[in-house]
């Protein structure tokens, strides 16, 4: 169950505005990224909220905490990639049998997706294509998680002040469901000199 009681009357002032995924979306939007100058950080929803910055797994706690508030489940969704990369977390939302998600990137693609998808599958297969190193072309996506509901973890995530360690803990424990069979590796194109010249695109500088 949610508990308003917990959140200021700021936060809830926030929060009741952000009713619909899109209007989520463009609230990150207006979040520098956070470039973790100081360390790696896994900020509760409400320290990223006092910072005014967020990377994706703390731009996806923010989503979640909002969806949950106007009557969704709050799910994230991690997407692993190859070691040579790093991985991507996104919120989850369901319109009408349609799942959608919501995710805080400083690229120009791995970005928000309307609710057309019938499975998570096709949601998570989404991102693949776009996910890949600007200097070789190489796609690094690997798998995805089943859709991981934070009320397991109670409440103490959304007003943490310390960093949130056991959330990247957790989706790194999940069984990640393979992209593709081994065998199709080599049948994947790496991404052409205009999509890397694309991907070079970002939001935020440094």
Known sequence: MFDSSQLTKKELGLL??????AKIQDFLDTLPFNFEKNGETYMSPRRTLEAGKAHCLEGALVAS????????EPLILDLKAHTSDVDHVVALYKINGYWGAISKTNHAVLRFRDPIYKTVRELATSYFHEYFLNKTGKKTLRGFSKPFNLKKLGFSWVTAEDELWNIP???????HIPYFPKQN????RPADKI????????????
């Open 65 to 72: 905490l909002a969806l949950w508030m106007h009557g969704q």
């Open 195 to 206: 999509e890397r010249k694309a991907g070079e695109i970002i939001e935020w500088k440094k």
């Open 169 to 175: 803990e957790v989706l790194d424990s999940l069984p």
């Open 16 to 21: 009741k505005k952000l009713s619909t995924p």
């Open 185 to 188: 590796k080599k049948y994947i």
